[in-house]
């Protein structure tokens, strides 16, 4: 009496995973690393907030003029603000949030850190990468301009931009002193520029692929 066979898998023909992991993993591990950085030059929010430096601009050109002082000081302060401003619009609007959840996993797992070696099937039917790209492009613009989540988005960056232009302008920046190696001219998000880089840079392989 012979033994029962034992079906052996084998390892090449094992589908391989739908998304390619060290690629995200170094995107996110970058992201991580700038954030931080980002973060490192906060300023206490104590200077944001005290109320002993607050007066109204005698002047339109006084104001802007503090406005640009303040944005080059608490940046990373108004950032953080203006991001807290666009969750909470987003926690008070759950199926935005998921919507918009839903449009980034879409760009990550079917595009941006999908392997190139594997076309996208969907119901029997294989996609190609142009054709992937341009449904979420559609997707992207029927999400952000034909539903609430645009409205929302825009209403909330609004809110925040007003509030930070108020602040701006009522602070007083005659007690505020600027590294010496930040020039005042520096832009409201140029602390994000060397982020983006290195986040793009991590991205770039998967995207090059499919070119």
Known sequence: MSSPTIPISNPQTLSQPPIATPALRTFLSRLSISIRQGFSQRRPW????????????????????????????????????????????????????LVLLSLLASWIF?????????????LGRTFSERET????????????????????????LMVGFALVCAHGAFRVPDDLFLDDQEPASAGFLSFLGGGASSAAVAAAPAVVARV
């Open 46 to 97: 104590y200077e944001l907030i005290d109320r002993s430096s607050m007066a109204r601009p005698d002047s339109i050109s006084e104001a802007a003029t503090r406005i640009r002082k303040n944005l080059s000081y608490f940046k990373v302060n108004y950032i953080t603000l203006l991001a807290l401003i666009l969750a909470f619009s987003l926690l008070s609007h759950p199926l935005s949030l």
């Open 110 to 122: 079917l595009y941006l850190f999908r392997p190139s070696d594997q076309p996208l099937a969907i």
């Open 133 to 156: 790209l341009g449904i979420l492009v559609v997707l992207t613009i029927v999400v952000i301009f034909l539903t609430s989540v645009g409205s929302l988005l825009i209403s909330a």
